[in-house]
């Protein structure tokens, strides 16, 4: 029996959120009932059935695992993944693919696609996943699930069966279509990828980075940097309307200790008992 790297597991409202994220070690993430991976710094045993995976951005916590990944798929005799990353990074990563190929003697199948801000992408008949540009060292992308959903038109509102089917025989479009945002992972970040993307204050779900707590840690460095503060919460915390807010990718500058104390003591409540640090 193989046992998986260490991971945390959460349910809400009929989704599962699983993974592990700390600055510099590993990220990675999977949303089991949609079928999709987020970030492969590492590659969890159980993760290697979900074939579809969106990479934020390429710093080695998020991508050193990508081999292990493809390769395993392909002796388990699996389908080739579908690997979505920023377009910048798209030939690179595909460099790197085949000098383990040629390293390990074994092929390295798989689809890689690049995406730029604002590209959508169908991952079944219900969900669509939108890129959406963060603020990183190098190029990034964030990333938000949204649910598709139909509603009869005002104008047909109190039809029969009968006259809705031949409506829509007619060829009639009777339905608007709605978009409700279900799950968001921003990725690594500075502040401007929550503020110019409104929608992440929005989803259901929120999966974001918090890598740093203690009040002496400067903020513009953290910034610089693409990385966010409690205190950037903080500031921010009427913004939030998400129904769960997980806060991760914390430095190991800290303890899971420390962490707790540093961050109850800014936000004591928890936005509203919202957030959970994903430790």
């Not at 502040?191 to 993307?197: H, R, T």
């Amino acid at each position: 029996m193989v046992e998986n790297v260490p991971l945390l597991s959460h349910h809400h409202d009929g989704l599962t959120v699983e993974g592990y994220s700390r600055a510099a070690v590993q990220t990675c993430w999977r949303v089991n009932e949609l079928k999709v991976l987020f970030d492969c710094g590492i590659q969890p045993w159980d993760f290697m059935g979900t074939s579809t995976m969106f990479i934020s951005h390429t710093h080695l916590d998020h991508i050193a695992a990508l081999p292990a990944y493809v390769s395993r798929r392909r002796m388990m005799k699996m389908d080739p993944p579908v690997i979505y990353l920023p377009d910048s990074a798209v030939d690179t990563a595909w460099d790197m693919l085949q000098m383990f190929k040629r390293l390990d003697r074994g092929a390295m199948p798989c689809e890689l696609i690049g995406l730029l801000p604002g590209d959508e992408t169908p991952i079944s008949r219900e969900y669509v996943v939108t890129a959406l540009p963060t603020r990183h060292t190098i190029d990034s992308l964030g990333f938000v699930i949204h649910q598709k959903r139909h509603k009869l038109k005002p104008e047909f509102q109190g039809f029969d069966g009968n006259q809705i089917r031949e409506l829509k025989l007619s060829g009639t479009a009777i339905t608007d279509e709605t978009r409700v945002p279900m799950f968001a992972y921003t990725g690594d970040t500075s502040p401007p990828g929550l503020d110019n993307n409104p929608v992440f204050f929005d989803a259901k779900i929120l999966v974001s980075e918090m890598t740093f707590v203690a009040p002496e840690h400067r903020k513009e460095k953290i910034h610089k940097h693409g990385h966010m503060h409690i205190d950037d919460y903080r500031k921010r915390a009427d913004l939030f309307k998400n129904e769960l807010i997980i806060a991760s990718h914390l430095s190991t500058r800290y303890s899971d200790v420390q962490v707790k104390r540093l961050v109850h003591k800014v936000m004591p409540e928890m936005l509203g008992g919202r957030m959970k640090l994903w430790i």
